[in-house]
């Protein structure tokens, strides 16, 4: 009886044992901070977004157009502006960075400085009446950071965290994930 129930509870450890979870533009360069300056830890990519919005523009990732969120572009810059989420009111808000993040290693940008062609900053707001039009009011970080947890310009991964304040008082926090070319 012993052996059997032995042979089950190495299996088990085993098995979780694997288990883990997961124009011009003038771009935002990376500012020391306790975040950057430790290697992060071994981790899974992310396979989806989770942001989530806090205040006027109150919604989150589970409310992402299908299709958005999936595309970005690696020059550098690192562009990302393809996330679209749909608000309670039908309007949609799209999360747009651009930084001036390395192809092999991540960092730490400030989400409002340098300001970028028009006077906005490196990390945006922008909401519209419907998904179609796709053009919207933009809305500025006041503060923040927009992080670059993984950076692979070969597999064309990225990956990494924002925390942000915007004009409007809405608030931003949680993972994003790009995949170059998608």
């Known amino acids: 009886m012993r052996t059997p129930l032995a042979a089950g509870l190495a299996v088990l450890v085993l098995g979780m044992a694997g288990c883990s979870t997961g124009g011009s533009l003038a771009t935002s360069s990376p500012t020391p901070s306790a975040a950057s300056s430790t290697p992060p ?30 595309g970005c572009g690696f020059g550098p810059p690192l562009v990302f502006d393809t996330n679209a989420m749909i608000l309670s009111n039908g ?72 925390d942000a304040q915007f004009a409007d008082g809405t608030r931003l926090a949680g993972g994003w994930l790009c995949r170059v070319g998608e």
Do not use: C, M, W
């Open 91 to 162: 309007r949609v808000v799209r999360v747009a960075f651009a930084v001036a993040a390395q192809g092999s290693s991540g960092g730490t940008y400030s989400a409002t400085s340098p300001l970028q062609q028009y006077g906005f900053t490196p990390l945006t707001l922008s909401v519209a009446n419907n998904a179609t039009t796709g053009a919207g009011n933009r809305i500025n970080a006041t503060s923040g950071e927009v992080t670059v947890t993984s950076a692979d310009a070969v597999k064309g991964l990225f990956y990494g965290t924002i």
């Open 41 to 70: 830890p071994a981790s899974t990519p992310r396979t989806s977004n989770t942001l989530q919005l806090q205040g006027p523009l109150a919604t989150d990732s589970s409310h992402e157009i299908v299709g958005s969120g999936r």
